[in-house]
T-cell receptor, first 109, second 119 residues
Framework: GQQVMQIPQYQHVQEGEDFTTYCNSS?????IQWYKQRPGGHPVFLIQ?????EVKKQKRLTFQFGEAKKNSSLHITATQTTDVGTYFC?????????FGQGTRLTINP | NAGVMQNPRHLVRRRGQEARLRCSPM?????VYWYRQLPEEGLKFMVY????????ESGMPKERFSAEFPKEGPSILRIQQVVRGDSAAYFC?????????????????FGAGSRLTVL
């Protein structure tokens, strides 16, 4: 079935530093979604990418979908303490959304 | 509040007891998904249901676990004879329609989760 690998598993940065998480698949994806889960919270949808090479921005967050539609990345510029949490990518399988393992971001203020 | 409602938020059970977790989807949504999250781990798909119909239960353990989404009322995830390894957060999510292919998948709206602790 559909699988997505996400790296790194953990990332610790100083506040103000940038952060990037990567999502990779061995198969071509029809689309990819990104979710954020705050500590103790539930996943919340951030964005969906559908087109090859697509780039979308939400304030300090930049999302990319690879040209081959096999990988995606989320980049946060100048992290803030509110960015703390786990970021998941998710790909559409036959009947369900399959989540990557997530990247847990912690920030030193 | 028209969001996905899960209850109970926290549930403590002793080994061998039964756990029942409920999920009311977002208003207008007819598809429900259950995911399990072990501490410090990712979201593992369990089951996908529509009203009165299980669409995909490939992630459900073969024994002790069952799920339903009746015509009336919430979706229920039932765990019989719980063991310590069942301790986890169980998240329900809903979506408004069947996932579509190249035009994009459904966006899931998650509930706050039910955190099961087995003593």
């Amino acid at each position: 079935g559909q699988q997505v690998m996400q790296i790194p598993q953990y990332q610790h940065v100083q506040e103000g530093e940038d952060f990037t998480t990567y999502c990779n698949s061995s198969t071509t994806l029809s689309n990819i979604q990104w979710y954020k889960q705050r500590p103790g919270g539930h996943p919340v949808f951030l964005i969906q990418l559908v087109k090859s090479g697509e780039v979308k921005k939400q304030k300090r967050l930049t999302f990319q979908f690879g040209e081959a539609k096999k990988n995606s990345s989320l980049h946060i510029t100048a992290t803030q303490t509110t960015d703390v949490g786990t970021y998941f990518c998710a790909a559409q399988g036959a009947q369900k959304l399959v989540f990557g393992q997530g990247t847990r971001l912690t920030i030193n203020p | 509040n028209a969001g996905v409602m899960q209850n109970p938020r926290h549930l403590v059970r002793r080994r061998g007891q039964e756990a029942r977790l409920r999920c009311s989807p977002m208003k207008g949504h007819s598809h429900v998904y259950w995911y399990r999250q072990l501490p410090e781990e990712g979201l593992k798909f369990m089951v996908y249901l529509q009203k009165e119909n299980i669409i995909d239960e490939s992630g459900m353990p073969k024994e002790r676990f069952s799920a339903e989404f009746p015509k009336e009322g919430p979706s229920i995830l039932r765990i019989q004879q719980v063991v310590r390894g069942d301790s986890a957060a169980y998240f329900c999510a809903s979506s408004p329609r069947y996932p579509q292919g190249a035009s994009g998948a459904n966006v899931l709206t998650f509930g706050a989760g039910s955190r099961l602790t087995v003593l």
